[in-house]
C-alpha cells in the first residue's frame, strides 16, 4: 500500500513525495530529524521528541518556520492518514533547496517531511536470548565536532561504526569518546548493572540524549533501583553483571557479548527484564 506523505504543509502520495537535489540536507547532509514510536496509535513521549527537535535545529542556526503545535497536529495526521497502530515516524527537517555552496542562509525555506510507517524491529528472540555486539574503532564525534547531542542528518560516524559491526556480523557497536570512554551505540544508549545499582554515560560523554534513555531512568528510579550517571570504560562494560541499550527501535535490549567477552551468565538478567517489562507496560499504558 503507498503511504501519505506530510511534505511541506500538504499529505501527498509517496510518488510525489520528492525534495530537491539542491536540497543541502542532501548536498551537505545539513538538517535535523526524529525517529519517533507510536504504539496503540498514540505517538511515544511526542513532546519531548519534538523539544529535542527544535533544539537540535537551533544547534544548526536552523528555523523551522512551523510552532511546535502545528507541526504535533501534521505528525497526528500523518499517523491517521496512514492508519498506523503501532509503527514509527520518521520527521525531517532540512536546510532546504540552496546553490552549490555551503552558505546555510541562501536556503530561505526549510523542507519539513513525515513518513509514518510500520517499523523493522529485531527478532523477538533476539530480546530472549540477548544480542552479541562489538567495541567500535570508530570514535565519536568529538563535543567540538558536531556535537552528539544534536540529532542531525549527518550520520556518517556512527555509519561508519555500524560498518564495523556488519563486518563482524553482529547488529550494534559501542563508539568510544575522544577521551576513551563509553559514549553509546550506533543508534542506542548504554546501560550496564554492577552489584543491583544501573549506571549509565553522562550524555557529556558523547551520546544523543536518548528519549528511551530518559524514560528507563524514571522507570528504574520508580522500581526503586538506583542509576548513576558516569563515565564509564570498556572494562567497567566486560565487568558488569548485566548490559543492555536503549533506543527507539529497539527500546530495551540485553547484551550479552561485547568483543568475545560474555557478560553476566550470557543472557539478559533480571534488571534487564524487568525494566524491558515496565518499558513495555509504560508504552502501553
Ligand atoms: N543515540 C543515537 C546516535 C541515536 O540515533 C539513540 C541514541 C537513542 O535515542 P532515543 O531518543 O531513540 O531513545 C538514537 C536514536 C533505527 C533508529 O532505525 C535509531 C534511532 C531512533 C530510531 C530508529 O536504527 N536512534
Not at 495526521?77 to 552558505?103: M, P, Q, S
Not at 568510544?176 to 553509546?184: D, L, P, Q, R, S
Not at 558523547?206 to 558516569?230: H, P
Not at 561485547?258 to 513495555?280: A, N, S, V
Request: hydrophobic fraction near 40%; glycine fraction near 8%; aromatic fraction near 8%.
Amino acid at each position: 500500500m503507498s503511504l501519505k506523505i506530510w511534505l511541506n504543509g500538504a499529505l501527498v502520495d509517496e510518488a510525489d513525495a520528492k525534495v530537491s537535489v539542491f536540497d543541502h540536507g542532501l548536498l551537505y547532509g545539513d538538517g535535523v530529524f526524529e525517529g519517533i514510536r507510536v504504539y496503540d496509535a498514540k505517538i511515544f513521549e511526542c513532546q519531548a521528541h519534538v523539544d529535542r527537535l527544535y533544539e537540535s535545529a537551533k544547534g544548526i542556526r536552523l528555523v523551522i518556520k512551523m510552532s511546535k503545535e502545528e507541526l504535533i497536529s501534521a505528525m497526528e495526521e500523518t499517523v491517521k492518514a496512514n492508519g498506523i497502530e503501532n509503527g514509527y515516524i520518521r520527521l525531517l527537517v532540512t536546510r532546504g533547496v540552496g546553490t552549490l555552496g555551503l552558505n546555510p542562509f541562501i536556503c530561505k525555506n526549510s523542507c519539513v517531511f513525515i513518513i509514518a510507517d510500520n517499523i523493522q524491529l529485531y527478532p523477538e528472540e533476539l530480546y530472549e536470548t540477548g544480542m552479541k555486539i562489538i567495541s567500535a574503532v570508530t570514535v565519536r564525534n568529538h563535543p567540538l565536532a558536531v556535537p552528539p547531542q544534536i540529532k542531525s542528518l549527518n550520520y556518517l560516524n556512527n555509519i561508519l561504526a555500524k560498518i564495523e559491526a556488519l563486518d563482524n556480523d553482529v547488529p550494534e557497536a559501542i563508539m568510544y569518546n575522544h577521551m576513551g570512554f563509553v559514549a553509546e551505540a550506533t543508534g542506542d544508549n548504554v546501560f550496564i548493572v554492577k552489584k543491583g545499582i544501573v549506571y549509565t554515560p553522562p550524555v557529556e560523554a558523547g551520546s544523543l540524549g536518548g528519549i528511551t534513555r530518559s524514560v528507563v531512568i524514571e522507570l528504574a528510579k520508580k522500581e526503586n533501583i538506583e542509576v548513576i550517571e558516569k563515565n564509564l570504560t570498556r572494562f567497567d562494560l566486560y565487568s558488569a553483571d548485566e548490559f543492555f541499550l536503549t533506543g527507539t527501535a529497539a527500546e530495551v535490549i540485553g547484551i550479552v557479548e561485547i568483543d568475545g567477552r560474555e557478560i553476566g551468565e550470557g543472557k539478559p538478567g533480571p534488571i534487564t527484564k524487568l525494566l524491558r517489562k515496565k518499558f513495555f507496560d509504560y508504552a502501553h499504558s
